[in-house]
Structure formats: C-alpha cells, structure tokens
C-alpha cells in the first residue's frame, strides 16, 4: 500500500474514531441530562408529595383541637392555602360526607411550581360535648313509680358505638335528697321518696360495683360544664363552681337570675308565654316554628290540643313531638308542665330543663314570715312528671320531682314518664348551638387514602 492509500486509511478512522467519540460523549451528555430531569422531576414530585402531605396533616391536627375542630367543622366547606410568608406552598380542602365523616383533598405545589401532587382521604371525627352524664338530673327529691322507665343508654347510637366506652351514660339518675322542702313539697316528696328500682332499664351499678343511681349533697354538684353559646355572651362566667347549690349553674356555668332576660330576649330562642292566656295554643305555636329553631323558652303550663297530637303508627298510642333527631331541642320550661287530655303524651327530642316560677307572696306564712312583715320570693317546690317522654335528657330544679297515680274508675293507673337517654341526639344538639366541644377526635377510614 503507498503512504497516499495509507494516509486515507488513517484519516478514515480517525473519522471514525472522532464521530464515535462525539457520539458517546453526547450521549453520556444526553444521559447526563435525563438523570438530571429524573432527579429534578423526584426532588419537585417528592416536594410537592411532602407540600400535599402537610396539608392534611393540618386539618388531622386541627381535629385533634377541640376549639380548631370547632372553627373548622362550622364553615365546611373548608378551604386553606399556605400563607404568602411561608415557605410550604398546598391547598387543602375539607368537606362533609355525612354527620361524622369528612373528605380531606389537599394539593401540594414543587417551590418552581413545575411539579404538583394531590393527596385524599376520608375520616371519622368525634366531637365530645359536656352534655348531662344521665337520663335524669333533679336539683330536688325524686318519687317515681315502677310503671316509669328510665333507659340509660345508645338510644341513637349503633351497637358498635354502643360498646365503645362513655357512650352509655356514666350514671342513670343523678338527684339532690337533703333540700328542705316547704309545705307543699312534703304534701308530694315525703320523708320516704324513693325512686323504684323497676324504673330502671339497664344495670345499676357499673363495672367496678359502684351504684349508677348516685346522690349529690347540697351546694356539692361539682364543677360547672363549659356551655359557650352566643346567648350567654353578655352573662357573667361562673369561673368556678365547686360549690354550687344548682344544677343549671353545674350544666351552663352562669347563674339563673343573670341568664334569664339575656336568655329569652335571645334572637336564638323562641319565647312562649302561656301565663295569662293566650288565643293559640302552645301545641299549635310549637308546631309553627321552624326546624333552625334549636332553643324554646315556655313560661306557665303548656296547653297540648288533641288536634295537634298524633298517633303512632306501631302503638297508635297519641303524642305530641317537640324536635326530631335530626334537628332536637332545648326545651326551658318555667312554672309550669305539658297539660294534655288522658293518654296522650308530649315528648321532647333534645334537652327537656324544668325550672320552678318565682312567686311573690305577702308574708303571712310562718315559714315565709318576716319581723317587720315583708314580703319574700318563693318558688313553686313540686313539678308533675306524668305524661312525659324525653328522647335526650330531663333536668329538673325543682326541690319535688314526682310522678302521680290516677284513680280512674276505682283502678289506680298512671300516666307514665319516660326519659331515654341518647347520647347521639345530645350531640347534635350542642352541636346545632355552636357550642365548643370539650374534646374532638378523628379515626382515618382504611382504604381511603389516594395520592395520585
């Protein structure tokens, strides 16, 4: 071969050589590159991942909160984005799937925007409120009947959250013995009232052997409840009432006498008065009001026509319904009951409170005489329980709460209470007034979790 044949050989794979090297230097670029935008694109993915992440952990953290829980559960749909001066950047929304149930939908954003990532997942949540712990609470002495029913629990519940501890109630009646009653409650509550224990529906006493039916002393009902409402707003704060003689002070923290003209002139409550007659019927005024009325207020006896009252389609017995559970009521009762003709019952749905009328009498009783002969508020002592159903809780602050038999035709009958507690009503209740729940929990739904 002659240098010229020899040098085109040379030059040929020193061409060859060169376009190979170029090429695998390019391509060692070009997968230099991929590797870069697969680490970009994992590092923005991942960040926006974390971004999205951290937005549900927000709303779980804020359900762990009971006053957070509350802000958010009462302005679902809930819509939060990160804060301009932060540097996370996600939007989490929240929304209702039914009564406890939500949907958590967040959306994480990568710090250039390039990379977004969305995040779902349902809960359980549990608002505990400090609702009453037993079917029926007496400021007063206490004498039911064994024809009387008293049921402590899971009314409105399903049987597995009835199993689950504190759905049942932590006591079946709570009541004060030693008040001293005046002359019209011995005539009613003697020395020797009882509560039969026929009454009762369920155990008596709990798991450790302690008697559910419990006796609170005088000026002994413990610390009050936290009850914050919009209608105690401008009502002094019972900061501590260990020593409260009264149950409404145990149950709302405020006093009566600063609570009730603040209370009734409340837009939120819906004011009956019954004490000097009135044109409609109490029956028939109560079943004009609309279902975004949670509070009523009655004063005097409430008047229950026959011509309001239904009857059940599986005992057709006859019965006039206050609140539903889907939209139960606090029932406030002053100075008076349900009046309604022979074998038809009122039933409340809610909260049932029955508070004693205060009464100025002239000083002419021995027990009320003054030395110089003024006069002195008293309080009607007894309430007649019969003829009352509470699907809730009943609370009473009279000294004498009783049920009475009836002499029809030379038979005693009696027109019978009945107060089941229902735990999940309560709930909705308090809930339906805004009140802040005392504690809140969440439980994440398995198989609900999606983060693509």
Not at 12 to 40: E, F, P, R
Not at 174 to 197: H, M, T
Not at 424 to 445: D, N
């Amino acid at each position: 071969m002659d240098n010229r044949n020899r040098g085109f050989a040379v030059l040929a794979i020193v061409m060859v050589l060169s376009i190979a090297s170029i090429a695998y230097t390019t391509n060692m670029a070009y997968l230099q590159l991929m590797d870069n935008k697969v680490l970009s694109n994992y590092y923005t993915n991942s960040e926006a991942f974390i971004n999205a992440e951290s937005g549900v952990n927000l709303v779980l953290n804020k359900l762990s909160s009971a006053t957070n829980a509350h802000d958010m559960l009462s302005q679902l749909p809930f819509i939060y984005s990160t804060p301009d001066n932060l540097k996370l950047d996600y939007q989490v929304r929240v929304s209702s799937l039914n009564n406890n149930k939500l949907l958590i939908s967040s959306t994480g954003y990568s710090s250039d925007k390039s990379a977004l990532r969305n995040i779902s997942l349902e809960v359980y949540y549990n608002m505990a409120f400090d609702i009453p712990n037993a079917p029926l609470l007496s400021n007063g002495r206490l004498k039911l009947n064994a024809t009387d029913t008293i049921n402590d629990g899971c009314e409105g519940i399903s049987p597995s959250e009835c199993l689950s501890p504190g759905s049942i109630a932590d006591n079946i009646v709570i009541s004060q013995s030693d008040v001293e009653l005046n002359a019209q409650g011995l005539a009613l509550c003697p020395d020797n009232s009882r509560l039969d224990p026929q009454t009762v529906l369920g155990a008596l006493v709990d798991t450790e052997g302690t008697s559910r039916i419990k006796t609170v002393n005088q000026q002994q009902w413990g610390s009050a409840a936290s009850f914050s409402n919009t209608i105690f707003d401008q009502i002094p704060q019972i900061d501590d009432t260990t020593n409260s003689s009264s149950l409404f002070e145990n149950t709302f923290a405020v006093t009566w006498a600063d609570a009730k003209q603040h209370f009734i002139a409340s837009e939120q409550v819906a004011y009956i008065d019954m004490r000097y007659g009135n044109t409609m019927d109490c029956s028939q005024q109560l079943a004009q009001l609309e279902d975004s009325v949670s509070i009523i207020y009655i004063e005097g006896d409430c008047q229950i026509s026959t011509l309001d009252a239904t009857s059940s389609s599986l005992s057709g017995e006859q019965h006039f319904t206050i609140g539903t559970t889907e939209f139960p009521k606090m029932v406030f009762m002053e100075g008076g009951t349900f009046i309604t003709a022979e074998h038809i019952q009122s039933a409340v749905i809610g909260m049932l409170y029955l508070l004693p009328e205060n009464e100025v009498l002239s000083g002419n009783s021995e027990h009320l005489q003054h030395q110089d002969n003024s006069q002195e508020t008293s309080q009607q002592q007894a309430i007649n329980l019969s003829g009352i159903t509470v699907n809730g809780a009943l609370l009473s602050e009279y000294s004498c709460s009783y049920t009475q038999l009836s002499d029809l035709d030379n038979e005693l009958t009696s027109s019978d209470l009945s107060v089941r507690y229902d735990k999940q009503v309560l709930k909705t209740l308090y809930q339906q007034l805004a009140v802040i729940p005392s504690a809140s929990h969440y439980q994440i739904i398995a198989g609900t979790w999606r983060d693509f």
